[in-house]
């Protein structure tokens, strides 16, 4: 029976995916990037002001001889995802526009009618960029439900699928190829001078244990929904025993991974405080200034900006807001147009 839903998921995809030929760069390339050392960075423009403080930073914190030095133990980084290393306005965040997909147009299935009501607010929402914690409450709520059900084993087949398609606006692009490759050259570089990465994400998590896969991640904390098993029922985990005939599946919501959520879960699941923090909006400022803020090493905070109109959906206003937060806070600019020699690399062009 499994293998028959996971067939008529792939079948619909499929006939999706086939609106739009892409060949970006495969996965299985942005997985193989590599930069060990500073000259081994290809993705940045030579005279990013950005890359050289990373480099210079770095540099300092692994030199046993230098007063700022890091033990390995204590290095860690931890990077927002959408809009920080991925795609995030093709219009809006992957996990969100695979929910839409699911609730509103995926021919397998069939979503209720609060779920699709939920479904045509965030669509909605998402179009006419106006979204709220309301409708991220909406989506949080009906993601649950149309996912329900799924193994984790089942959930990563679909989103696996889900990452074959087309993203809206731009060609030559597939879902699961929409990362900003200098960014993943950073991941690669950190990862070389023995950082330990997190990636701290208001995305579902199981969402983005799929989509990020193919990186050397450490850790990844994100919205969280419940794992139950099939027999439980409304009976709490503490009075019941997993039994041999029980598959373990998503349930309801629990929570979403932003503001001083992110801060909480991630003083819960690292237990430490980063060094390193990479963010993109307003919604990372709790995550950065919990990593920067008392303490005991030296730290730096970095600000992705989305100003880049030729190879992005820049948005000026937008920019400049997120360039004064950066400011105000002495955060280090990243100009997707400025910093950035490629961003998903010179063959995925914004669609005429």
Known sequence: MRKKILAALTAGFIAFGSLGAVNAMPREQIAA?????????KFWNKNSVAKQKLIEYVADVTNKRSKNFIPIEDRIAVFDVDGTIACE???FCFDFMMFVYRALDDPNYFASAQDRA??????????NKKMTNDVRRKHCESNASVFAGMTAEEFAAYTRNYLKMPVEGFDNLKVGEAFYLPMIEVISYLKANNFKIYLVSGADRDYMRT????FPIDGMIGTDYKHVATNQGD???????????????RGEFVSKDINMNKVSNMAREIGKKPVLAFGNSTGDSSMINFSMRDNKYRTLAFFVICDD??????????ANKCIKLADDNGWIKISMRDDFKTIYGDNVKLSK
Do not use: C
């Open 33 to 41: 990037i590599q930069v060990k050392k500073a000259k081994d960075f």
């Open 118 to 127: 939920n479904a045509e607010a965030v669509k909605a929402a998402i179009y």
């Open 89 to 91: 306005t093709a219009p």
């Open 235 to 249: 009976i709490d985990g503490m009075d019941y025993t997993l039994k041999p005939e029980d598959k373990v599946v």
């Open 211 to 214: 989509s990020a896969e193919i």
């Open 309 to 318: 109109l030729e190879r992005e959906f820049g948005n000026v206003d937008k």
